[in-house]
């Protein structure tokens, strides 16, 4: 069966910091090229960083320099490493394979960050 599954989410404070993860399992175990999205209330998700399987990452501007998409072939899962966080990232977050053109879904994480 193929899965995503997302941990690390939460509450925090404006300039504080998570880390997310993304465990693939089953079938999709082996697709490296995957991206974080995120949905806040009343908006569309959005791409928020991938990683291709050749190691090359994106990120949307509004986290440049504050968010880091990296992964663990081992363990066949992929982090999201977000600082300086603001209220404004305040999102359910999902992860998706394969990246860009993501079928498969988590079943997202919260975060929350206060002001």
């Known amino acids: 069966q193929e899965q995503l599954k997302e941990s690390g989410g939460g509450l925090v404070q404006a300039g504080g910091s998570l880390r997310l993860s993304c465990e693939a399992s089953?079938?999709?175990?082996?697709?490296?090229?995957m991206g974080w999205y995120r949905q806040a209330p009343g908006k569309q998700r959005g791409l928020v960083a991938g990683?291709?399987?050749?190691?090359?990452?994106y990120y949307t501007d509004s986290v440049k320099g504050r968010f880091t998409i990296s992964r663990d072939n081992a363990k066949n899962t992929v982090h999201l490493q977000m600082n300086s966080l603001k209220p404004e990232d305040t999102a359910v977050y999902y992860c998706?394979?394969?990246?860009?053109?993501?079928?498969?879904w988590g079943q997202g994480t919260q975060v929350t960050v206060s002001s």
């Open positions: 998706g394979a394969p990246f860009p053109y993501s079928r498969y």
């Open positions: 089953g079938s999709i175990s082996s697709i490296n090229a």
């Open positions: 990683i291709t399987s050749s190691g090359s990452t």
